[in-house]
């Protein structure tokens, strides 16, 4: 069936110069909210990022009963009491793989929850098993069924816990549902992204007990009950890397405003490796590259390596560099679906098994491609502002779950970028889990 979508056309050649603000994280944001229902008052969440993903959390919720109230476009008032079931099944969670992060906040509240498992799997295998063994270490009963994970518990226990993986999800959604157990929770070989210590100073500023979040073992003192309090969502750090390339890959120069430089240390440090100028500032980072990159070698890893979700970006940049670069990507196994749309806007790229190898050519030509999920999408976008001549990208749904304004944004930066509504049919069946 034909509808109205929409796609991104760009003409690609000239540098990004100026400044752009960046929004709240997604990924701190999707955690945030659903642990917001973890009390019965109202709980306002400020720098709120408005992408479809946090909205269609939102939305939800909201069909569990939960009050959505939002006082602006990036401030937004929660309040759970009136959860009237803990079943959440809706067409749209299934989508988006944080979802996940309804089992911890209900079962940790009302000790009782049933959650679908996200749809398709677009990056690679996203096994639950570290999940399920946090929540059964407390003493849940956990089922998987059907595509639904049931969890339920008398009482919750406080546990030690080994996390087998460095894992973001399950390191936090254990770290919710311990924040209401009964005594003290150790999880070890915890994850120590930026945004795991978003979480807990918000479920801390909610009156839980949670001590060591950012380093590897992490500490819980249950608490019976959870207060109102009004937090603000940290700084995006992959939105800012992603702008951070699209300056270096167009030869621009950007202050990129509102992030926390720490957080942006391990891309900041790839970036002045390949020849870009980098300057930190209190809350912002400018980045400027003047001549050709350099090639370089990256590894993705857990934080603070370099961030899987910054994978796709940084091979936009090498396929454009002066020499030979590999990328290994150690995290998901299916992260390399934009070498082939790059491909074909002339780069040079191998990939075996985990590895992509890249011989790196002078220019780009623009193509009509498509957005394979969130950050390659993305990734092209900026292929695209680098490229000669105009590129069409197909499948922006994809990257809207993700970055808000992403084009306004770019546009203000000086680039080429419109979004064309045209009659064409969207692939829903594609339109996968992936962040
Ligand atoms: C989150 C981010 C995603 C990012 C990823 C890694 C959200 C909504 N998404 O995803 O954008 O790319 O962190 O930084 O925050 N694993 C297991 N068993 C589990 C859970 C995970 O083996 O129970 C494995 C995964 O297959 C993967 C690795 O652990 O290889 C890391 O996954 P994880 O950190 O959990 O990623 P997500 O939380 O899904």
Known sequence: MSEEI????????????????????????????????????????????????????LEAMQSIGVNVDRIDRHTVRINGSMVKNVNIDTESIRKIRASYYLMGALLGKYKRAEVPLPGGCDIGSRP??????????????????????????????????????????????????????????????????????????????????????????????????????TYSVIPDQIEAGTFMYAAAVTKGDVLIKNVIPKHLESISAKLLEIGCQIQEFDDSVRVAATK??????????????????????????LALSDGVSTITESIFENRFRYVDELVSMGANIRVEGNTAFIEGVESFTGAHIKAPDLRAGAALVIAGLAASGSTVIDDIYYIQRGYEDFDSKLRKLGAHIEVERVNGKVSREDFKVIS
């Not at 960046?22 to 400020?46: F, H, P, Q, Y």
């Not at 005594?183 to 100073?201: L, M, Q, W």
Request: aromatic share 4%; with cysteine.
């Open 292 to 317: 050709r990159l350099r090639p370089t070698q990256i590894k993705t890893l857990p934080y603070p390596g370099y961030p899987t979700d910054m994978q796709p970006q940084a091979g936009v940049a």
């Open 128 to 229: 639950i098993d570290q999940h399920v063994k946090g929540f059964r270490a407390l003493g849940a009963n956990v089922d998987i069924k059907g595509g639904i994970v049931k969890a339920s518990a008398e009482k919750l226990v406080g546990a030690h816990i080994y996390m087998d993986v460095v894992t973001v999800g399950a390191t936090i959604n254990v770290m919710m549902a311990a924040s209401m157990a009964e005594g003290k929770t150790i999880i070890e070989n915890a994850a120590k992204e930026p945004h795991v210590v978003d979480v807990a100073n918000f479920l801390n500023s909610m009156g839980a007990n949670i001590k060591g979040a950012g380093t590897d073992v992490i500490r819980i003192s249950g608490v019976s009950r959870l207060r109102k309090c």
């Open 6 to 57: 929409e796609r991104y056309v760009i003409k690609g050649g000239n540098p990004l110069v100026g400044e752009v603000e960046i929004g709240g994280a997604k990924n701190a944001a999707l955690a945030i909210v659903a642990a917001s229902i973890m009390t019965d008052e109202t709980v306002s969440i400020e720098n709120m990022p408005d992408v479809r993903d946090t909205n269609v959390m």
